[in-house]
């Protein structure tokens, strides 16, 4: 049972590199689901395994079987681990539970701070032009839904970039980036390899926002080059947005221009095989965690009397 439970634990770190290859090799809006579907299995598989490593510990104690109403403290065949994981799975627990209820906090202060600002601003359409001399432009969810565009900004850009960078933006509220950009968030306070899949997550977002924002605008070229100048104009300038409303000067930026310009051609057929592979592992991960639980299950009804061993 222990060793099923650390599987959950252990495939999360296979992640980071699997995503940055998928990214390389799908078309970003298929990668995009691709890692936010494993991402979010393998951070809830991880969280469950780790709670029946917490409980599997806790009931080990007298004192806690009989509080779960065992007539004997839960048995297991390696005594010796049981309580040293148990114990560090406790730690992970805790500490991923408190930096998600501080980032939850502060993302919903961001929100509602920007939410009321584009409000009381005057609206034409979707866009929501702010007087700010710090250049930034964001897509804010809700509803409606909102392109926040700053005036500092729309000074850097000429008019064809400015429609550039709109198209990338409203590609972003059309496609729902934001609630793959919160799932992303809330893996990554589950286990630390997912921190770094967020950000693939984040900079897959961009490129599939990029590649609608060109298919829309018929110019690959002009979408590089707004995107280049927004950065370079909001580079220094701070921003309050929340971490789940995108931004096209998010993410790496000379990747994604170099991308826009690259010519376009077929994707490598190892790119399945790639996406396959991260398919896999969750599923593993998923077999193993939910197997272990079960296990878990059995075991504490053994102890309780409710079965025979």
């Given at each position: 049972m222990i060793a099923?439970?650390?599987?959950?634990?252990?495939?999360?770190?296979?992640?980071p590199t699997l995503a940055r290859r998928i990214l390389g090799r799908l078309a970003p809006a298929t990668a995009l689901w691709v890692l936010t579907a494993s991402v979010?299995?393998?951070?809830?598989?991880?969280?469950?395994?780790?709670?029946?490593?917490?409980?599997?510990g806790l009931l080990k104690l007298p004192a806690f079987a009989s509080l779960g109403e065992l007539v004997h403290p839960l048995r297991t065949p390696s005594d010796r681990l049981v309580l040293p994981a148990a114990a560090a799975a406790t730690g992970v627990l805790t500490l991923g539970a408190w930096t998600l209820v501080r980032s939850a906090l502060r993302q919903i202060r961001a929100f509602r701070t920007a939410r009321t600002q584009?409000?009381?601003?005057?609206?034409?359409?979707?866009?929501?032009?702010?007087?700010?001399?710090?250049?930034?432009?964001?897509?804010?969810?809700?509803?409606?839904?909102?392109?926040?565009?700053?005036?500092?900004?729309?000074?850097?850009?000429?008019?064809?970039?400015?429609?550039?960078?709109f198209a990338h933006e409203r590609a972003h509220n059309q496609a729902g980036h934001h609630y793959f950009l919160a799932a992303a968030e809330l893996a990554a306070h589950c286990h630390p390899a997912l921190r770094t899949t967020r950000d693939t997550i984040r900079l897959a977002a961009e490129r599939a926002a990029d590649e609608s924002a060109a298919e829309v605008t018929g110019d690959r070229r002009l979408i590089a080059t707004a995107i280049a100048r927004a950065a370079l104009a909001g580079h220094a300038s701070p921003s309050t947005r929340p971490d789940f409303a995108p931004a096209a000067t998010t993410g790496p930026v000379p990747q994604r221009v170099a991308a826009l310009l690259a010519p376009?051609?077929?994707?490598?057929?190892?790119?399945?095989?790639?996406?396959?592979?991260?398919?896999?592992?969750?599923v593993l991960s998923v077999a193993a965690g939910t197997t272990g639980v079960v296990d878990f299950h059995h075991e504490v009804e053994i102890a309780q009397g409710e079965q025979g061993p």
């Open positions: 099923l439970l650390l599987v959950p634990v252990i495939l999360p770190f296979l992640a979010l299995a393998l951070a809830g598989v991880c969280v469950a395994a780790l709670g029946a490593l917490v409980l599997t584009a409000d009381r601003r005057p609206a034409a359409g979707d866009l929501c032009v702010v007087d700010s001399p710090y250049a930034d432009a964001y897509a804010l969810p809700g509803r409606p839904h909102r392109i926040v565009v700053t005036t500092a900004m729309l000074r850097s850009l000429g008019p064809s970039e400015r429609e550039a960078l376009a051609g077929g994707r490598p057929r190892t790119a399945w095989w790639t996406a396959c592979l991260l398919v896999a592992s969750t």
